[in-house]
T-cell receptor, first 113, second 118 residues
Protein backbone atom coordinates (compact mmCIF):
# COMPACT_ATOMS: atom_id res chain seq x y z
CA UNK A 1 0.00 0.00 0.00
CA UNK A 2 1.12 3.54 -0.67
CA UNK A 3 1.31 6.21 1.99
CA UNK A 4 2.47 9.77 2.49
CA UNK A 5 3.87 11.44 5.61
CA UNK A 6 4.03 15.20 5.92
CA UNK A 7 6.36 16.33 8.67
CA UNK A 8 4.99 19.29 10.56
CA UNK A 9 1.29 20.02 10.69
CA UNK A 10 2.05 23.76 10.96
CA UNK A 11 4.91 25.76 9.47
CA UNK A 12 5.43 29.47 10.09
CA UNK A 13 7.77 31.65 8.01
CA UNK A 14 8.35 35.35 7.61
CA UNK A 15 7.42 37.08 4.39
CA UNK A 16 10.37 36.82 2.02
CA UNK A 17 11.85 33.78 3.77
CA UNK A 18 12.39 30.32 2.31
CA UNK A 19 9.43 27.96 2.41
CA UNK A 20 10.19 24.28 2.97
CA UNK A 21 7.35 21.77 3.38
CA UNK A 22 8.38 18.17 3.88
CA UNK A 23 6.86 15.08 2.33
CA UNK A 24 8.03 11.48 2.51
CA UNK A 25 6.32 8.68 0.68
CA UNK A 26 6.14 4.94 0.82
CA UNK A 27 5.54 2.99 -2.35
CA UNK A 28 6.53 -0.43 -3.60
CA UNK A 29 6.52 0.79 -7.19
CA UNK A 30 7.79 3.98 -8.82
CA UNK A 31 5.46 6.65 -7.51
CA UNK A 32 3.69 9.53 -9.11
CA UNK A 33 3.70 12.43 -6.65
CA UNK A 34 1.68 15.60 -6.36
CA UNK A 35 1.48 18.75 -4.28
CA UNK A 36 -1.90 20.44 -3.90
CA UNK A 37 -2.82 23.68 -2.13
CA UNK A 38 -6.13 24.36 -0.40
CA UNK A 39 -7.34 27.80 0.58
CA UNK A 40 -10.07 28.12 3.22
CA UNK A 41 -13.45 26.80 2.09
CA UNK A 42 -12.13 25.93 -1.33
CA UNK A 43 -11.22 22.77 -3.21
CA UNK A 44 -7.70 21.62 -3.94
CA UNK A 45 -5.55 23.18 -6.63
CA UNK A 46 -2.61 21.36 -8.19
CA UNK A 47 0.75 23.05 -7.61
CA UNK A 48 2.97 20.53 -9.35
CA UNK A 49 3.41 16.86 -10.13
CA UNK A 50 6.24 14.37 -10.53
CA UNK A 51 5.79 11.77 -13.22
CA UNK A 52 9.41 10.53 -13.61
CA UNK A 53 10.33 12.91 -16.43
CA UNK A 54 12.58 15.10 -14.28
CA UNK A 55 13.52 14.97 -10.61
CA UNK A 56 13.22 18.73 -10.13
CA UNK A 57 9.69 19.83 -10.84
CA UNK A 58 8.59 23.43 -11.19
CA UNK A 59 5.04 24.40 -10.47
CA UNK A 60 2.81 27.42 -10.25
CA UNK A 61 3.32 30.47 -8.03
CA UNK A 62 7.09 29.94 -7.82
CA UNK A 63 6.95 26.57 -6.07
CA UNK A 64 9.16 23.64 -6.93
CA UNK A 65 9.82 20.18 -5.56
CA UNK A 66 12.64 17.69 -5.89
CA UNK A 67 12.10 13.95 -6.08
CA UNK A 68 14.80 12.05 -4.16
CA UNK A 69 14.39 8.33 -4.51
CA UNK A 70 17.16 7.49 -2.03
CA UNK A 71 15.41 9.53 0.65
CA UNK A 72 11.85 8.69 -0.49
CA UNK A 73 11.15 12.40 -0.31
CA UNK A 74 9.37 15.03 -2.36
CA UNK A 75 9.79 18.26 -0.42
CA UNK A 76 8.13 21.48 -1.60
CA UNK A 77 10.10 24.72 -1.63
CA UNK A 78 9.71 28.37 -2.56
CA UNK A 79 12.62 30.80 -2.30
CA UNK A 80 10.61 33.74 -0.99
CA UNK A 81 7.30 33.48 0.84
CA UNK A 82 4.45 35.81 0.06
CA UNK A 83 1.47 36.56 2.25
CA UNK A 84 -0.78 34.99 -0.38
CA UNK A 85 1.00 31.63 0.12
CA UNK A 86 -0.74 31.15 3.47
CA UNK A 87 -2.86 28.04 2.97
CA UNK A 88 -2.86 24.30 3.62
CA UNK A 89 -0.62 22.14 1.47
CA UNK A 90 -1.12 18.47 0.74
CA UNK A 91 1.32 15.96 -0.67
CA UNK A 92 -0.22 13.00 -2.48
CA UNK A 93 0.86 9.81 -4.21
CA UNK A 94 -1.04 8.09 -6.97
CA UNK A 95 -1.48 4.36 -7.20
CA UNK A 96 0.14 2.61 -10.13
CA UNK A 97 -3.08 2.62 -12.12
CA UNK A 98 -3.71 6.31 -11.55
CA UNK A 99 -7.05 5.43 -10.02
CA UNK A 100 -6.91 7.43 -6.84
CA UNK A 101 -4.76 9.77 -4.79
CA UNK A 102 -3.48 8.97 -1.31
CA UNK A 103 -2.97 12.21 0.61
CA UNK A 104 -0.86 13.19 3.56
CA UNK A 105 -2.44 14.91 6.54
CA UNK A 106 -1.50 18.35 5.29
CA UNK A 107 0.71 21.22 6.44
CA UNK A 108 -0.73 24.62 7.26
CA UNK A 109 1.62 27.37 6.15
CA UNK A 110 1.49 30.67 7.98
CA UNK A 111 3.30 33.68 6.57
CA UNK A 112 4.19 36.46 9.00
CA UNK A 113 4.59 40.05 7.92
CA UNK B 1 -14.24 25.08 -19.15
CA UNK B 2 -16.14 26.03 -16.05
CA UNK B 3 -14.45 23.67 -13.61
CA UNK B 4 -15.92 21.05 -11.30
CA UNK B 5 -19.04 22.22 -9.49
CA UNK B 6 -20.69 20.77 -6.42
CA UNK B 7 -24.09 21.38 -4.93
CA UNK B 8 -24.92 22.24 -2.23
CA UNK B 9 -21.86 23.92 -0.77
CA UNK B 10 -23.12 23.45 2.76
CA UNK B 11 -25.63 21.06 4.25
CA UNK B 12 -26.81 20.84 7.84
CA UNK B 13 -28.93 17.85 8.69
CA UNK B 14 -30.17 16.00 11.71
CA UNK B 15 -28.91 12.57 12.61
CA UNK B 16 -30.89 9.88 10.87
CA UNK B 17 -31.84 11.95 7.85
CA UNK B 18 -30.80 11.17 4.29
CA UNK B 19 -28.75 13.61 2.23
CA UNK B 20 -27.73 13.73 -1.41
CA UNK B 21 -24.90 15.69 -2.98
CA UNK B 22 -24.35 16.43 -6.63
CA UNK B 23 -21.14 16.82 -8.60
CA UNK B 24 -20.83 18.14 -12.14
CA UNK B 25 -17.40 17.34 -13.59
CA UNK B 26 -15.55 19.20 -16.28
CA UNK B 27 -17.25 18.33 -19.54
CA UNK B 28 -15.68 15.43 -21.44
CA UNK B 29 -13.83 14.19 -18.35
CA UNK B 30 -14.69 10.55 -18.18
CA UNK B 31 -13.29 9.91 -14.70
CA UNK B 32 -15.01 11.17 -11.57
CA UNK B 33 -13.81 10.71 -8.00
CA UNK B 34 -15.31 11.24 -4.55
CA UNK B 35 -13.17 11.98 -1.50
CA UNK B 36 -14.01 12.78 2.11
CA UNK B 37 -11.99 15.24 4.19
CA UNK B 38 -12.37 15.56 7.95
CA UNK B 39 -10.93 18.38 10.03
CA UNK B 40 -7.17 18.26 10.24
CA UNK B 41 -6.83 15.43 7.75
CA UNK B 42 -6.10 15.06 4.09
CA UNK B 43 -8.79 13.89 1.69
CA UNK B 44 -9.55 10.17 1.74
CA UNK B 45 -10.64 8.31 -1.34
CA UNK B 46 -14.21 7.01 -1.36
CA UNK B 47 -14.98 5.85 -4.89
CA UNK B 48 -14.46 6.58 -8.56
CA UNK B 49 -16.26 6.18 -11.87
CA UNK B 50 -15.07 5.76 -15.39
CA UNK B 51 -17.96 6.97 -17.49
CA UNK B 52 -21.02 5.42 -15.80
CA UNK B 53 -19.19 2.43 -14.32
CA UNK B 54 -18.24 2.53 -10.65
CA UNK B 55 -14.86 0.80 -10.68
CA UNK B 56 -13.65 1.00 -7.10
CA UNK B 57 -15.11 1.64 -3.66
CA UNK B 58 -13.15 2.26 -0.49
CA UNK B 59 -13.85 0.39 2.72
CA UNK B 60 -14.81 3.84 4.04
CA UNK B 61 -17.91 3.65 1.89
CA UNK B 62 -20.28 1.83 4.20
CA UNK B 63 -23.63 0.40 3.14
CA UNK B 64 -25.25 3.71 4.03
CA UNK B 65 -23.36 5.40 1.21
CA UNK B 66 -24.24 5.07 -2.44
CA UNK B 67 -22.88 6.87 -5.47
CA UNK B 68 -24.17 6.95 -9.00
CA UNK B 69 -23.21 8.43 -12.32
CA UNK B 70 -26.14 7.38 -14.47
CA UNK B 71 -25.23 8.87 -17.83
CA UNK B 72 -21.53 9.26 -17.37
CA UNK B 73 -21.87 12.98 -16.72
CA UNK B 74 -22.89 14.29 -13.27
CA UNK B 75 -22.70 12.13 -10.17
CA UNK B 76 -24.63 11.93 -6.92
CA UNK B 77 -23.49 10.76 -3.52
CA UNK B 78 -26.24 9.77 -1.09
CA UNK B 79 -25.81 9.11 2.60
CA UNK B 80 -28.67 7.35 4.31
CA UNK B 81 -29.41 7.53 8.04
CA UNK B 82 -26.68 10.08 8.63
CA UNK B 83 -24.53 9.85 11.74
CA UNK B 84 -22.49 12.54 13.45
CA UNK B 85 -19.33 10.81 12.23
CA UNK B 86 -20.39 11.59 8.67
CA UNK B 87 -19.73 15.29 9.27
CA UNK B 88 -16.98 16.19 6.82
CA UNK B 89 -16.17 17.96 3.58
CA UNK B 90 -17.08 15.82 0.56
CA UNK B 91 -14.90 16.58 -2.43
CA UNK B 92 -15.48 15.64 -6.02
CA UNK B 93 -12.77 15.57 -8.67
CA UNK B 94 -12.61 14.71 -12.35
CA UNK B 95 -9.86 13.86 -14.81
CA UNK B 96 -9.70 13.53 -18.58
CA UNK B 97 -9.24 9.79 -18.80
CA UNK B 98 -7.54 6.85 -17.29
CA UNK B 99 -7.46 3.13 -17.12
CA UNK B 100 -4.60 0.68 -16.89
CA UNK B 101 -1.08 1.57 -15.94
CA UNK B 102 0.48 4.77 -17.07
CA UNK B 103 1.02 8.33 -16.03
CA UNK B 104 -2.08 9.50 -14.16
CA UNK B 105 -3.85 12.58 -15.39
CA UNK B 106 -4.35 15.53 -13.10
CA UNK B 107 -7.46 15.46 -10.95
CA UNK B 108 -9.40 18.72 -10.88
CA UNK B 109 -11.24 19.30 -7.64
CA UNK B 110 -14.51 21.02 -6.95
CA UNK B 111 -15.10 23.36 -3.98
CA UNK B 112 -16.63 20.59 -1.88
CA UNK B 113 -19.83 20.11 0.07
CA UNK B 114 -19.50 20.62 3.80
CA UNK B 115 -21.86 18.33 5.72
CA UNK B 116 -22.73 18.95 9.34
CA UNK B 117 -24.80 16.31 11.13
CA UNK B 118 -26.37 17.53 14.36
Amino acid sequence: AQSVTQLGSHVSVSEGALVLLRCNYSSSVPPYLFWYVQYPNQGLQLLLKYTSAATLVKGINGFEAEFKKSETSFHLTKPSAHMSDAAEYFCAVSDIYGNKLVFGAGTILRVKS
Amino acid sequence: DTGVSQDPRHKITKRGQNVTFRCDPISEHNRLYWYRQTLGQGPEFLTYFQNEAQLEKSRLLSDRFSAERPKGSFSTLEIQRTEQGDSAMYLCASSPKGGGTGIPYEQYFGPGTRLTVT
